[in-house]
């Protein structure tokens, strides 16, 4: 699917921070899906009943959660839980929200689950658990043209930042690192959505975006004033996962069987390569060697 940059700015500008989207294409075709008897067993009976499972997501993060042309969600993380919800004999009911929002939007019962390419970082661990599905790393989206900027060399450098990210802490860290060496600390932008972020080095403000590979190089090819370099921080390494409430571990199961089912016959792998994401395939030792 191709777009042009001022389509996806103008798409990106008008969702509303809370709308609850109508059934998309990805949606109807997951019908055919068979449902996993052993996951749809394991569900709460509250989930089970209103046959629907309540996504929170934020869509300004191709190419995991954004809007095609229509209109409607799409992406990896839209196809992959429209795929698991279908395995669990559920209907997907996805609702769009400021990224910030989406975690406490889960916890609070609100949603069953959320969904960005969310970090399981050790803060949001505290409050919530993870079905893992995604391994990354970060490398640096920039500002075409500009060659000076180097994600291993960030000292001193101006980086625009999403509120509530993962990558806010990992900045921070990198930032105390270059003040350990005597050497300037990074500066921060901080601004309330993701394309915000990244419209801003587009704009020159900030030398740069902190992010996945597969993110950075959609976001570039559908900007012309955007490049994504080729390194990555090893250290940053982490896996993002389907967010779920801490004590609802009946979802955390359903899900996870589901996820396995996935994984084992294949279709997972094949919604990975659509997005040329599969770099970033967990395997199954690691989806259930990871805990909460």
């Not at 609702?95 to 910030?100: E, M, W, Y």
């Not at 955007?226 to 409430?245: F, N």
């Not at 599969?278 to 030792?285: N, P, S």
Request: charged share 20%.
């Amino acid at each position: 699917m191709t777009r042009d940059q001022a389509s996806l700015i103008v798409r990106l500008g008008l969702v509303c921070c809370f709308a609850v989207f109508g059934v998309a294409a990805g949606v109807k075709a997951a019908a055919a899906v068979e449902v996993v008897t052993q996951a749809r067993d394991a569900l709460p009976e509250a989930v089970r009943s209103t046959g629907v499972l309540r996504l929170a997501t934020s869509l300004q993060w191709p190419p995991f959660d954004y809007t095609n042309d229509k209109g409607e969600p799409e992406g990896l993380d839209i196809e992959l839980i429209t795929l698991l919800a279908a395995k669990l004999g559920l209907k997907l009911e996805p609702t769009n929200l400021k990224f910030p929002a989406i975690v406490p939007g889960v916890t609070t019962g609100r949603f069953d689950v959320g969904m960005d390419q969310l970090a399981r970082t050790p803060e949001r661990q505290k409050v919530a658990q993870f079905v893992v599905y995604y391994r990354s790393e970060l490398g640096l989206l920039v500002r075409d043209g500009v060659t000076d900027v180097d994600v291993h060399h960030l000292c001193g450098r101006t980086l625009a930042l999403t509120q509530g990210s993962s990558q806010v802490a990992t900045s921070q860290r990198l930032s105390d690192a270059c003040v350990k060496d005597g050497k300037p600390a990074i500066t921060f932008q901080f601004y309330p959505a993701s394309a915000d972020s990244y419209m801003a080095v587009s704009n020159g403000r900030g030398d740069g975006f902190l992010t996945d590979p597969a993110v950075g190089s959609y976001i570039a090819a559908h900007n012309d004033k955007l490049h994504m370099t080729r390194a990555t921080l090893p250290e940053t390494s982490d896996l993002a996962g389907i967010v779920i409430a801490k004590d609802n571990d009946q979802l955390a199961k359903a899900i996870r069987l589901a996820l396995e089912s996935a994984i084992q016959d294949g279709s997972y792998m094949q919604i990975l390569k659509k997005y040329h994401a599969d770099d970033g395939a967990v395997t199954l030792a690691e989806l259930n060697s990871t805990g909460q």
